[in-house]
């Protein structure tokens, strides 16, 4: 199971833990630089306060797990922002190694792999894809949404198997 280390998206963890493989994902070329074991975890000063204040109507998002009771992915957040959290509005999808379970959110024009995607807040009602891939056959995948506290009450989240036909509101 993959878990993202970044000092503000909502969510990710804030530190490494000992002896776990990290996997690392730039766009440009630079230095990678660690704090020497036993400083402060990353954090910016009220990042944390900030993640405790409940959000406005524009400015929710929704977890999706899945799991096959062996595997899972966990990291994967859908929503809306008013600057589309333009730093972290699509993070993509680490890559997958064998006996895998990854879900990832196809995008805006349907052809990415993104571990996250907020976007703008719009008039007209939002539709996220998201696509759940695995080589493990013998277990069945079930999708979670730990918690939906932070979507506005106005709103109806709904859940449709575009391929075996059901919905889960």
Known sequence: ????????????????????????????????????????????AGASAERRVRRAANDWDIQVVATNGEQSDSFNFAGVTPDGRAANAALE?????????????????????????????????LVWELTVETDVVDRPVI??????????????VVLEDVDGGGKRT
């Open 1 to 44: 199971q993959y878990a993202l280390v970044h000092a503000t998206v909502p969510g990710a963890a804030r530190h490494l833990e000992p002896w776990q493989a990290v996997w690392f994902k730039a766009n440009v070329a630079g230095n990678l630089i660690f704090a020497p074991p036993g400083s402060r975890e990353a954090d910016i």
């Open 93 to 125: 999808s680490p890559p997958v190694l064998s006996r895998y379970l990854d879900l990832y959110f196809t995008g805006v024009n349907g052809t990415g792999r993104l571990a996250t995607d907020y976007r703008s807040p719009a008039a007209s009602r």
């Open 143 to 156: 999708l979670k949404t730990p918690n939906l506290a932070s979507v506005p009450k106005e709103l109806d």
